[in-house]
């Protein structure tokens, strides 16, 4: 698969070493059209591909150089895939969703066409994207622990969230937002055999990567809201869990299109809780405290074709 087209220039953001997504693999397209065939290719399909590494910035430092981007000033041969460096990779080019590259022409007659040399390698042209992903089903399991900010005793609870994408990307280049199902056995602390069983459904947004991120490990920000009921004979009765998270995840699998498939997410943050009456307390319960998690995500992504 290879990077969509065509970009709107102006928009493109800066992108450096470390940086990750859709554009960095379409900076791999550009570079390899523009560069000297026998240079060093970027991969544009497979693993890293939407990767900005040392091989993609010592790339980008000799394209300014030779095309002297910014000379004379302190972003000269930076590495970083700026205003001035962007507009350098497509002044020359007529970019289409097939992302073909045509030689301008200046006013004169045109001369005999030279045909490459037995062996020598022609400049690639860019495959148009062919796949799209349309769906994506997440599977979430771990343990997550929680500490009132009241001193009360806090509680260890084994989960299981189940959650399907409503709007965004499933690569991390943007926001995205989730909705699903989960379910927990909780114990107390203090007393290891009182468990206690919920399930419930939940709504996620969570943020672009954050800074730092890279192919293998991401971090980013989200708000859940989650709504639980309690499945405990005798007790009934349920909960509203609003939290705020960072997230960390680390890759150990992608999948042909470079997006993951198996990652181990751990999340920290505050948490804000409203209890409903049940047949113990009868009263309603508020509670703030701060939370942590633990386990391991599976990420199912579908495609359908691009036309």
Do not use: C
Not at 11 to 23: A, F, N
Not at 151 to 161: D, E, P, R, Y
Not at 204 to 222: A, E, M, V
């Amino acid at each position: 698969m290879g990077p969509p087209g065509p970009f709107i220039v102006s928009q493109l953001r800066t992108l450096r070493l470390g940086y990750s997504g859709e554009d960095v693999r379409w900076l791999h397209g550009l570079l390899n059209a523009r560069m000297d065939p026998t240079d060093d290719q970027l991969p544009i399909t497979g693993g890293g591909a939407k990767d900005f590494g040392p091989r993609t910035e010592a790339k980008v430092k000799r394209f300014q150089e030779i095309h002297k981007i910014d000379i004379d000033t302190k972003y000269y041969k930076d590495g970083v895939v700026g205003k001035h460096t962007w507009e350098a990779l497509h002044e020359v080019s007529e970019v289409k969703a097939n992302a073909l590259f045509v030689k301008q022409n200046t006013l004169k007659l045109p001369d005999p066409p030279v045909w490459p040399k037995p062996g020598t390698p022609l400049p690639p042209i860019v495959p148009q994207l062919k796949l799209k992903p349309d769906g994506m089903m997440q599977v979430q399991g771990g343990a997550g622990g929680s500490i009132p900010f009241d001193g009360s005793t806090g509680a260890l609870a084994h989960q299981v969230q189940v959650g399907f994408l409503v709007l965004g990307k499933v690569d991390g280049s943007t926001e995205q937002g989730q909705i699903g199902f989960l379910g927990s056995i909780a114990n107390d602390w203090v007393k290891p055999n009182a468990a206690s069983t919920a399930v419930g459904i939940f709504g996620s947004i969570q943020t672009r990567n954050l800074p730092g991120s890279g192919s293998r490990i991401t971090w980013t920000t989200q708000v859940q809201q989650a709504f639980y009921q309690s499945l405990q004979k005798g007790v009934g009765g349920g909960s509203s869990v609003t939290s705020l998270n960072v997230t960390g995840n680390i890759s150990l699998l992608k999948d042909s299109q470079g997006n993951d498939v198996v990652q181990i997410t751990g999340q920290t943050g505050p948490y804000l809780e409203i209890d409903t009456p049940n047949m113990v307390t009868r009263d309603w319960k508020f509670g703030a405290g701060w939370g942590a998690f633990l386990g391991v995500t599976l990420t199912y992504t579908s495609y359908t074709p691009a036309f």
